[in-house]
């Protein structure tokens, strides 16, 4: 039966192949979620506080086919968080030479 229909076995073969695939890269998947966020808020930090862009600017500069799920700008603290894919992340503005920065700990969004 196999020998007449070899394209049957063929859904199960790529099924496997791709499983193998991302077993393999399970490291690079499991930190993609946190690079959404952290492009995010480094960037509209960059272009709001760096550049001096005004934030409906930049926040169509970041603007990413997956969508964010928050972002929030404190310009007191001259702070953005950037919230995507179930992780969040910050950037802050640290003085005109060093620009921004991320921040290593992730600060909790409302």
């Not at 049957?8 to 077993?23: C, E």
């Not at 960059?46 to 799920?69: F, H, T």
């Not at 992340?89 to 030479?97: D, E, H, I, N, T």
Request: charged share 15%.
């Amino acid at each position: 039966m196999s020998r007449r229909r070899p394209l049957r076995r063929l859904p199960l073969l790529v099924a496997l192949l791709l499983a193998a695939l991302a077993w393999h890269n399970r490291v690079h998947l499991l930190a993609f979620p946190a690079i959404i966020g952290a492009y995010s808020a480094k960037e509209y930090c960059s272009c709001r506080y760096v550049v001096g862009n005004p934030a409906d600017y930049c926040a169509a500069y970041i603007e990413q086919y997956l969508p964010l799920s928050a972002l929030v700008d404190e310009p007191a603290a001259r702070r953005v968080t950037a919230r995507g894919l179930g992780s969040s992340q910050s950037a802050q503005w640290l003085g005109p030479r060093q620009g921004c920065r991320l921040l290593p700990e992730a600060v909790a969004l409302p």
